[in-house]
């Protein structure tokens, strides 16, 4: 799939010493890897991009400038979910063609990554330019015996994995102590449904008519296959069997995230794994978790249609931390749109100042300044901020000390702020 710009990220000449919250241990980790491999699950694409949305995308974007302005070459893979039931459900309602509806949101949530100035991903993969290697994937769970499969009242069957198998199966400590069976039916399951072998058991594949795995002349929906063998087989082919980050809303911890680790491992005879599960805090507006099923949506693209500067809803995002439930407000984008502006005044006051004296008779061509190869403290301090599990939070209230200050070294902090958190303060 087509993806979008890809800003530039300066290198800044540091050696990573990163740390990050893995959910699954609820502990920090250490993230020694040189080359770091990326996973984040993409947009079910009927209703894009809200604020919701872009939280999670700004906040792996973060991590991904880290990872490049180190010099570290990172692989990065996303999928778009554009064969699923909430999306055939919203296109039979508003009467438009799935595949129109499906691409129109694609097409949206592209121009607003782009906007946002996020780092696209190196492989971009909707489930339907996989559907064959998925399809493959599930014949051979079956062939293994992994699987079974329950009847339908049309003659169809629905195959289902049998987590039996899978000893190690939501045996992290954040599971202890959650109820699984109602987040997984809060989240599409149907632990309840007569004949599963064991009520978490996932869905690989729906709507087979004995081989035939796309049976014809049904209607969108009828087959399909499972939303977490999707992002493993994605996850798989692009990264390989080990993902240092998998990364996604925190709604997504289970059963996402946790039966997509699983199939992994039963594709690769036990050897999957991902170091770090990485999730995203919710966004909420006018008291409730910002949801299409709500309609309480904030969308980027309605937010730059108005006026507001993509830089400024970056800085609304990077207000919170990654991990945070935060809700918006109006106020917050007046906030970040002032914030913006005072750092711009400065950077541009700072380095017409340092010209003017550096173009002085009395004093050399070239400002000493910009010949130091040092990093400068507030680089190095915005450094250990986002080393420090992405603390942005603080890395922003570095950069209103530094402006309040009066800019010093504003060449390299300028550079240090378009490659750690996406904003150029030189642009319009």
Not at 66 to 95: H, K, S
Request: glycine share 6%.
């Amino acid at each position: 799939m087509e993806t979008w710009t890809h800003p530039e990220v300066p290198p800044l000449g540091f050696t990573p010493d990163l740390n990050l919250y893995d959910s699954d241990n609820e502990d920090i980790c250490r993230v020694e890897t040189r080359r770091p491999t990326l996973y984040t699950c993409g947009i079910t694409p009927y209703d894009a991009t809200h604020l919701g949305h872009a939280f999670t995308y700004v906040s792996a974007d973060t991590l991904v400038r880290y990872w490049l302005a180190a010099g570290l070459p990172v692989r990065y893979a996303q999928n778009i979910t554009d064969i699923d039931d909430p999306l055939f459900e919203r296109a039979e309602q508003t009467q438009v063609d799935w595949r129109e509806l499906a691409d129109s949101q694609i097409a949206l949530f592209r121009s607003d990554m782009d906007a946002l100035r996020v780092v696209p991903p190196g492989n971009w993969v909707a489930v339907s330019e996989v559907l064959d290697e998925v399809e493959a994937v599930v014949r051979d769970f079956e062939a293994r015996g992994l699987t079974y499969r329950l009847p339908n009242g049309d003659g169809s069957e629905d195959i289902y994995v049998d987590l039996t198998r899978d000893p190690s199966f939501a045996a992290a400590p954040v599971f202890e102590y959650l109820d699984l069976e109602q987040i997984f039916d809060e989240h599409g399951g149907d632990s309840t449904r007569p004949g599963k072998r064991r009520t978490l058991d996932p869905l690989v594949w729906k709507g087979v008519r004995g081989n035939d795995f796309r049976p014809a002349g049904e209607k969108p929906g009828f087959w399909r296959p499972g939303w977490h063998v999707e992002c493993a087989l994605i996850a798989r082919t692009y990264l390989g069997e080990h993902i240092t980050v998998q990364a996604g809303g925190r709604d997504l911890l289970f059963p996402h995230h946790e039966m997509s680790e699983s199939h992994l491992r039963e594709m690769t005879d036990d050897r999957g794994r991902v170091d770090i599960h990485f999730h995203v805090g919710m966004v909420a507006y006018q008291g409730e978790k910002m949801s299409k099923s709500l309609g309480n949506l904030v969308r980027v693209s309605e937010l730059t249609a108005a006026g507001a500067h993509p830089s400024a809803i970056r800085l609304v995002l990077l207000a919170n931390h990654y991990r945070s439930d935060w809700e918006y407000e109006a106020s917050a984008l007046r906030d970040a749109e002032a914030r913006l502006e005072s750092w711009q005044q400065a950077a541009r006051g700072a380095l017409a100042t340092a010209a003017g004296v550096a173009s002085s008779p009395e004093t050399s061509a070239v400002s000493p300044s910009n010949t130091s190869t040092e990093l400068d403290p507030t680089c190095r301090a915005l450094i250990d901020a986002i080393s420090d599990d992405l603390d942005t939070p603080q890395a922003l209230r570095i950069l209103d000390d530094w402006a309040a200050s009066g800019a010093p070294n504003a060449g390299q902090v300028v550079r240090a702020v378009d490659a750690l958190l996406g904003i150029q303060l030189l642009a319009n």
